[in-house]
Every structure is written in structure tokens, then in C-alpha cells.
């Protein structure tokens, strides 16, 4: 019997321990030290010892398959040497009436129908998303979210206003990574979007203590 990642779950190795992001039921967690040690055997393809597939179809990160595919940590994304969000630009109000619609949609998606749905909604945008890029059209979206955020503090509020933003830059056919990282000790979670090298939602360092675990 093989095995595979179970739909909707996404991990990053953070230094020596393994965490799972699990998009269906909105939660993150971390393997026991023996769970850890079963997963790297499974990423490498090496032989199991007994107990491995019971620890890890326990923990709710693979389900069995009859055909393999290939067990992998979330990739790295590249190092954030820049950021739009440290640009000064004035918004425009079409780009301020975006932003404030793009947030009201985001909080509603989040907060009434959970993440793996969010992540689908916007995965499905992403796909449809069309459009002459113009770099303008991005330093006057991150203008307009940082009004608001003198508004609404943006503290505890990443992924509703990265989810937010992504939305709002598939309406001007902007290509980016929507990412989320989490990091340990002490754990947190944290959700940005980014272009390249260049932040769009956060000052340029605040994403580099997390590792990347989902990216869209």
C-alpha cells in the first residue's frame, strides 16, 4: 500500500519538527519526535519500521493510495529583499472602494465558511485572472490597505487582508504568491503575499522568521 498526502493538509519543516496545515478542519499541529522521525523516513523513500504507517494515518497527514506520489515539504519562497508596503503612494478612491470591498469579502469567506474554502475561492480567481500588469496599479493597492490599516489596525489581521489583497490584485492581472508561514518557538502563524522578492502586504522583514507552508 502507498501513500500520500491527505487532501486539503500541507507541512513545513521547521528546523527538526515537521507542521501540518490542516485546510479542512482550520488547524495547525506538530508530529511527536517518533511521528517526525516516520515522515522523514517516507519523504526519503527508505523502508518503514513498524508503527510508522499507523502514527502517520493517525495524525491525519497521508491516507493510503494504491498508486505512491511524492511526499514533500511546502517550497521555500525567494528572500524578501524589497517591499511595495515600504513605498509612499498616494491611493486613488477606485483603488481605496477595491480594498474596502476585497476586505468585507475576505472577513465574510474567512470567518462564515473557514480557510479550505477561502483557499479554493481565491485559487479559482487566481486561475481566471487575465489582464495588462501595471506596476501603478500595485503601489496604489498597497496605498489604499495602508489607509485602512490607520483605520483597522492591521495587527492579527494577516490573513484576512493578505486574502484580501491577493483578490484585489487578480483584478489587475498582478501575478504573486499568497503565503502562509508559520515558525516555533514560540509557535505562530503568520500570512503575507508576495511578488517575487518584493513584499506587497508587509514591511520587508516581518515575513522572514516564517516558513512557508501553504503557498498559492
Given at each position: 500500500?502507498?501513500?500520500?498526502?491527505?487532501?486539503g493538509v500541507s507541512y513545513a519543516w521547521v528546523g527538526s519538527v515537521p507542521v501540518i496545515l490542516d485546510?479542512?478542519?482550520?488547524?495547525?499541529?506538530?508530529?511527536?519526535?517518533?511521528?517526525?522521525?516516520?515522515?522523514?523516513?517516507?519523504?526519503?523513500?527508505?523502508?518503514?519500521?513498524?508503527?510508522?504507517?499507523?502514527?502517520?494515518?493517525?495524525?491525519?497527514?497521508?491516507?493510503?493510495?494504491?498508486?505512491?506520489?511524492?511526499?514533500?515539504?511546502?517550497?521555500?519562497?525567494?528572500?524578501?529583499?524589497?517591499?511595495?508596503?515600504?513605498?509612499?503612494?498616494?491611493?486613488?478612491?477606485?483603488?481605496?472602494?477595491?480594498?474596502?470591498?476585497?476586505?468585507?469579502?475576505?472577513?465574510?469567506?474567512?470567518?462564515?465558511?473557514?480557510?479550505?474554502?477561502?483557499?479554493?475561492?481565491?485559487?479559482?480567481?487566481?486561475?481566471?485572472?487575465?489582464?495588462?500588469?501595471?506596476?501603478?496599479?500595485?503601489?496604489?493597492?498597497?496605498?489604499?490597505?495602508?489607509?485602512?490599516?490607520?483605520?483597522?489596525?492591521?495587527?492579527?489581521?494577516?490573513?484576512?487582508?493578505?486574502?484580501?489583497?491577493?483578490?484585489?490584485?487578480?483584478?489587475?492581472?498582478?501575478?504573486?504568491?499568497?503565503?502562509?508561514?508559520?515558525?516555533?518557538?514560540?509557535?505562530?502563524?503568520?500570512?503575507?503575499?508576495?511578488?517575487?522578492?518584493?513584499?506587497?502586504?508587509?514591511?520587508?522583514?516581518?515575513?522572514?522568521?516564517?516558513?512557508?507552508?501553504?503557498?498559492?
Open positions: 500500500m502507498a501513500y500520500i498526502l491527505r487532501s485546510l479542512d478542519h482550520n488547524r495547525y499541529f506538530k508530529l511527536s519526535p517518533r511521528g517526525s522521525a516516520a515522515l522523514l523516513r517516507l519523504e526519503q523513500g527508505q523502508m518503514a519500521i513498524p508503527g510508522d504507517a499507523e502514527i502517520l494515518l493517525e495524525s491525519g497527514l497521508v491516507c493510503e493510495r494504491e498508486c505512491a506520489s511524492t511526499i514533500a515539504p511546502t517550497e521555500n519562497m525567494p528572500v524578501i529583499t524589497a517591499s511595495y508596503f515600504d513605498e509612499q503612494r498616494r491611493p486613488s478612491l477606485r483603488h481605496v472602494m477595491v480594498a474596502v470591498v476585497d476586505q468585507l469579502w475576505s472577513f465574510a469567506v474567512i470567518r462564515r465558511a473557514g480557510l479550505a474554502v477561502a483557499v479554493a475561492k481565491l485559487q479559482r480567481r487566481i486561475q481566471r485572472s487575465r489582464g495588462q500588469e501595471c506596476p501603478g496599479n500595485i503601489s496604489s493597492l498597497v496605498g489604499a490597505y495602508r489607509l485602512i490599516d490607520l483605520l483597522l489596525s492591521a495587527e492579527n489581521r494577516c490573513l484576512v487582508r493578505s486574502f484580501a489583497l491577493a483578490r484585489s490584485l487578480t483584478r489587475y492581472g498582478v501575478p504573486f504568491s499568497l503565503v502562509i508561514g508559520v515558525r516555533t518557538g514560540p509557535f505562530g502563524a503568520h500570512c503575507w503575499v508576495q511578488k517575487g522578492e518584493s513584499s506587497v502586504s508587509d514591511h520587508r522583514d516581518k515575513a522572514r522568521e516564517y516558513v512557508p507552508v501553504l503557498i498559492l
